[in-house]
C-alpha cells in the first residue's frame, strides 16, 4: 500500500470514529476505549508519516557519501551481529544487481568536518560498506528528538525489532535524557507499555542481555516471567553467568540461550524461600488491596475494605486459569508433572 493510500484509509478510519464533524446531525454516540485507542494511534501514525514526508522533500537533492564520514547513531537499537554480512545477504546482493534504490537520511554532525550522523538507512549503509560502494542520502537538520524519533520509526515500519531490543532501545533514550513522550513517539506506543519496557530492561545487567541475544521469538511474557523471577532469586546473576559460559549454551540460537537461562533461575533449589511468619502488602495506584501473610500453617490472603465484592469474584473465576498458565509457564513444575 502506498504512504497516499494509507493516508486516505487513515482520514477514512478517523472520520468513522468522530475525527471530523459529520455534516448531517446525527444522535450522540460515545466511542468505546478501544476505538479511541485506535483513533489515537491512526493519528500518530499519520503524524508521523506527515513528518516523513516533510523530510523526504527535495529528494532529489542526494549526495554520496563515503561510508566512513557517516557516524553511528548515539543510541543503539539493535544486538550486536544484526549488522553482519550474514544477515544482510539478500539486501548486499540487492544492491549489488540493482544499486541503492532508496537513499537514506542523516544529519550534519557540527564541528565534525563534514561528517553525518546516520538516522535511517542503516542496513543499507551497512551494505555499502561491504561492497564497498558510497552510500546515498538525504541531508537534513534535525534536533535529537527528531532523530530519534525517525530512527525508531524505521524500525516499527520494519517491524523485526524485537521485545528486549525494544526494551534496551527505550532505557538507552532515558539514560541519554530524552523525555518520556519521545520515547513513546520512536516506539509508537503508550506511556503504560514504555514503562513496563523500561523496568523489564532495568533488572538485567546489559552484559546479560549481549550475551543471550535480541531473542526474536521470545516475546513480551517471556521477558516479563524471567524478570520476576530473576529479581526473585539472589543467585540469578551468579547462575546466569556460570551457564552462559558453557560453549554448549553458547553454540545455541539466541531464543535458545534466553530458555536456558529462565530456566536455570527458574530452578527450585535455586529459587529462595518464602521468609516464615512475614506479611507483604499488595498496593496498585497508592492503594492497598490485600495483605498477605505468610506462616507455616499456610500462606493466607486477605483483602480490605477498599476491595469491592464484584473483584474478588472476578479474581475467584479466573484462578483456575490462573493457576493453569503458571503452570504451563513454570519448566520445573512442568518437568515434575512430567515424571508423575
Not at 490472603?301 to 473465576?317: Q, W
Given at each position: 500500500m502506498s504512504r497516499k493510500d494509507s493516508k486516505g484509509m487513515f482520514a477514512n478510519v478517523l472520520v468513522g470514529l468522530g475525527q471530523e464533524t459529520p455534516s448531517v446531525p446525527t444522535a450522540t454516540t460515545s466511542p468505546s476505549p478501544h476505538l479511541l485507542k485506535v483513533a489515537a494511534g491512526v493519528r500518530q501514525l499519520q503524524e508521523r508519516g506527515e513528518l516523513a514526508d516533510k523530510l523526504l522533500q527535495g529528494a532529489d537533492h542526494i549526495i554520496q557519501l563515503e561510508v566512513d564520514a557517516v557516524l553511528p547513531s548515539s543510541i543503539r537499537d539493535r544486538f550486536d551481529g544484526a549488522y553482519d554480512a550474514d544477515r544482510l545477504q539478500d539486501l548486499v546482493q540487492s544492491m549489488r544487481e540493482h544499486g541503492q534504490t532508496t537513499p537514506g537520511l542523516v544529519r550534519p554532525m557540527p564541528g565534525e568536518g563534514g561528517r553525518f550522523q546516520i538516522v535511517f538507512g542503516r542496513r543499507r549503509?551497512?551494505?555499502a560498506k561491504l561492497l564497498g560502494i558510497k552510500f546515498r542520502a538525504i541531508v537534513r537538520d534535525l534536533t535529537d528528538e527528531q532523530a530519534i524519533v525517525i530512527q525508531g520509526e524505521e524500525n516499527a515500519n520494519?517491524?523485526?525489532?524485537?521485545?528486549?531490543?525494544?526494551?534496551?532501545?527505550?532505557l538507552s533514550q532515558e539514560e541519554a535524557g530524552f523525555k518520556r513522550e519521545v520515547i513513546c513517539s520512536s516506539l509508537a506506543t503508550g506511556k503504560s507499555?514504555?514503562?513496563?519496557m523500561l523496568q523489564i530492561a532495568k533488572v538485567f545487567p546489559k552484559a546479560v542481555l549481549t550475551r543471550i541475544g535480541a531473542a526474536p521469538e521470545t516475546g513480551r511474557r517471556r521477558w516479563a516471567q524471567l524478570a520476576e523471577r530473576w529479581s526473585a532469586n539472589a543467585k540469578a546473576q551468579a547462575v546466569t553467568d556460570q551457564l552462559l559460559e558453557e560453549l554448549t549454551v553458547q553454540s545455541l540460537s539466541s531464543d535458545d540461550r534466553f530458555a536456558a537461562v529462565l530456566n536455570a533461575v527458574s530452578k527450585a533449589e535455586n529459587a529462595p524461600a518464602a521468609p516464615a511468619d512475614r506479611a507483604q502488602e499488595v498496593v496498585s495506584k497508592g492503594?492497598?488491596?490485600?495483605?498477605?501473610n505468610y506462616a507455616k500453617a499456610g500462606t493466607k490472603?486477605?483483602?480490605?475494605?477498599?476491595?469491592?465484592?464484584?473483584?474478588?469474584?472476578?479474581?475467584?473465576?479466573r484462578m483456575e486459569g490462573l493457576h493453569e498458565e503458571y503452570l504451563d509457564?513454570?519448566?520445573?513444575i512442568a518437568q515434575n508433572k512430567t515424571k508423575l
Open positions: 549503509l551497512a551494505a520494519r517491524d523485526d525489532l524485537s521485545f528486549i531490543e525494544k526494551c534496551v532501545f527505550a507499555h514504555v514503562s513496563e492503594m492497598t488491596l490485600a495483605v498477605v490472603l486477605t483483602f480490605t475494605k477498599a476491595v469491592p465484592d464484584d473483584f474478588v469474584n472476578y479474581l475467584l473465576r509457564q513454570s519448566p520445573q
